[in-house]
Structures are given as structure tokens and as C-alpha cells.
T-cell receptor, first 109, second 115 residues
Framework: QKEVEQNSGPLSVPEGAIASLNCTYS??????FFWYRQYSGKSPELIMS????GDKEDGRFTAQLNKASQYVSLLIRDSQPSDSATYLC?????????FGDGTTLTVKP | GAGVSQTPSNKVTEKGKYVELRCDPI?????LYWYRQSLGQGPEFLIY????????DSGLPNDRFFAVRPEGSVSTLKIQRTERGDSAVYLC?????????????FGEGSRLTVL
């Protein structure tokens, strides 16, 4: 079992819809959680960080964390074609960030 | 520039050769990370520096891989006796601080191809 699990997708949503991306992790002592976006051929770019249970909103993005369930999610509202990318979940424990293999999102105009 | 700088952007080498990859982090960032990424996979952790010392090198796959950060800024990842399986994009990232709260800022990567 991988330490950080994500559905590989592809996930396809129409423009304007809500995209929901999920991530589970195995290390219960993980302290901080991140979502990165990676366009094809580019390096990962941080889009959200979350450190405590609950929701955190930033523009069209909402991160949700449930430490009891070891679950992190990312919601993208009003999805745009420019949101088409691979979304990587990362979990940090003692300074080391472990990444999932990402979910590929396609937003269709 | 203000971002993480990695050189070379592309490196093609022959099996058995020695390779060095360089990373210049964002000024003032104390933590520096090396990852490698293969097609269709997420970044795989290699090593993490806090200042000059390796805080966690548990991801280095074997003793052919070594990394240094002698002055707490620029880091070099060194790969001896390269193998075809070493082919990947090697990503460097820096963070303002290490520990559990650091957000990573990535360079554009060094694509290594071992023939």
C-alpha cells in the first residue's frame, strides 16, 4: 500500500462544474497537507495547504482535512479549462513530504 | 531570478557515467529537497537538507546517489555509475523553513536520460 493514495483518473468535468479530488494517507502522525498542481511537462506548483481539521477556502479552491479518517480532499468550483492538469496530494511528516501519484483532471469547454 | 534554479535542464549520459545535478534555492530558504519523478508517477522523495546537514536521506535508493549542500545554499546531487533505471526528472524544491509546515517551491527540474 502506498503511503499516499489518489485515484489516478482521468477525471473529466464540464466547464463550470465542481471537480472533487480525493486523497488518503497512511501515516497517522502526519502534520501538514498540501495540494500541488502540475501541468504537463512542468514542475509542481503549490495551490493549497491545510494543517487542521475542517475546510480551508482560497478563491475557487477548498481543501478539506479529516485526520480521523486520514482523508484530504480538494474541491475546485466553477472549473475552467485552464484547471486541466494533474493534481498531486502531499503529506508532510517530520519535514518530509510524500506525494501521491496524482489525479489527472480534464475540464471540457 | 527569484525562483529555484536547476542546472542542467537536460542531461543525456551513457550507462556507467557520473552525473552531477545542481540546485540553487530561493534566497533565504533554509530547507532544500531533492525528488525524482518518472512519467505518470508523483515525485519520489530522495533527500532533505536543513541548512548544511541532511535531515533525512532515507529516500536515496542506494550508495550510488549522494547529495551535498556545503554552505547551506546551493546543493549538488551526485549519481555514480549511472544505470538506465536512473532516467527521470530530478526535481529540487526549497522551503522557507523545514519541519512539518514547509510549503515546497519547485525548480523546473533536470531531465536525466541514461542511454
Amino acid at each position: 500500500q502506498k503511503e499516499v493514495e489518489q485515484n489516478s483518473g482521468p477525471l473529466s468535468v464540464p466547464e463550470g462544474a465542481i471537480a472533487s479530488l480525493n486523497c488518503t494517507y497512511s501515516d497517522r502522525v502526519s502534520q501538514s497537507f498540501f495540494w500541488y498542481r502540475q501541468y504537463s511537462g512542468k514542475s509542481p506548483e503549490l495551490i493549497m495547504s491545510i494543517y487542521s481539521n475542517g475546510d480551508k477556502e482560497d478563491g475557487r479552491f477548498t481543501a478539506q482535512l479529516n485526520k480521523a479518517s486520514q482523508y484530504v480532499s480538494l474541491l475546485i468550483r466553477d472549473s475552467q479549462p485552464s484547471d486541466s492538469a494533474t493534481y498531486l496530494c502531499a503529506v508532510n511528516s517530520a519535514g518530509k513530504s510524500t506525494f501521491g501519484d496524482g489525479t489527472t483532471l480534464t475540464v471540457k469547454p | 531570478g527569484a525562483g529555484v534554479s536547476q542546472t542542467p535542464s537536460n542531461k543525456v549520459t551513457e550507462k556507467g557515467k557520473y552525473v552531477e545535478l545542481r540546485c540553487d534555492p530561493i534566497s533565504g530558504h533554509t530547507a532544500l529537497y531533492w525528488y525524482r519523478q518518472s512519467l505518470g508517477q508523483g515525485p519520489e522523495f530522495l533527500i532533505y537538507f536543513q541548512g548544511t546537514g541532511a535531515a533525512d536521506d532515507s529516500g536515496l535508493p542506494n550508495d550510488r546517489f549522494f547529495a551535498v549542500r556545503p554552505e547551506g545554499s546551493v546543493s549538488t546531487l551526485k549519481i555514480q555509475r549511472t544505470e538506465r533505471g536512473d532516467s527521470a526528472v530530478y526535481l529540487c524544491a526549497s522551503s522557507l523553513q523545514g519541519g512539518g509546515t514547509g510549503e515546497l517551491f519547485f525548480g523546473e527540474g533536470s531531465r536525466l536520460t541514461v542511454l
